[in-house]
């Protein structure tokens, strides 16, 4: 009788200690859950303030008239909009004689004006 007592007691205590483990393992993946969670909220918050930031200076009036200057040419009553039209950016580079050359020739001319 003892001796099944025995038994009994140690099958009982492997499936409490057995239990117990589980738990304590199902918890420590639970907080690494959560902690994982909370940097990605950090980061997610850093970025809307990043992103409203952003979005409060295009709705400024600066950045509005700054793109109608650049990009639309607009101006000012009283100032004069000067466009400078510089011929030699329109042109690619290199002459069609270079563009004729074998690559080899253009990269030594490149490096060797020269040669």
Same mark, same amino acid.
């Given at each position: 009788?003892?001796?099944?007592?025995?038994?009994?007691?140690?099958?009982?205590?492997?499936?409490?200690?057995?239990?117990?483990?589980?738990?304590?393992?199902?918890?420590?993946?639970?907080?690494?859950? @959560?902690? #994982?969670? /909370?940097?990605? +909220?950090? &980061?997610?918050?850093?970025?809307? *303030?990043?992103?409203?930031?952003?979005?409060?200076?295009?709705?400024?009036?600066?950045?509005?008239?700054?793109?109608?200057?650049?990009?639309?040419?607009?101006?000012?009553?009283?100032?004069?909009?000067? @466009?400078? #039209?510089? /011929?030699?950016? +329109?042109? &690619?580079?290199?002459?069609?004689? *270079?563009?004729?050359?074998?690559?080899?020739?253009?990269?030594?001319?490149?490096?060797?004006?020269?040669?």
């Amino acid at each position: 009788m003892r001796k099944l007592f025995g038994i009994f007691l140690v099958i009982f205590l492997f499936v409490i200690v057995f239990n117990l483990s589980r738990e304590i393992w199902n918890s420590y993946q639970s907080i690494k859950e @959560i902690s #994982k969670t /909370e940097e990605e +909220l950090d &980061k997610l918050q850093k970025e809307q *303030e990043k992103l409203k930031a952003q979005l409060d200076f295009r709705k400024s009036d600066f950045f509005v008239e700054e793109q109608a200057r650049d990009k639309l040419g607009f101006s000012k009553p009283g100032e004069e909009a000067i @466009i400078i #039209k510089d /011929e030699s950016l +329109l042109t &690619k580079p290199g002459t069609s004689e *270079e563009r004729n050359l074998p690559n080899w020739r253009r990269w030594l001319s490149l490096f060797c004006e020269s040669c």
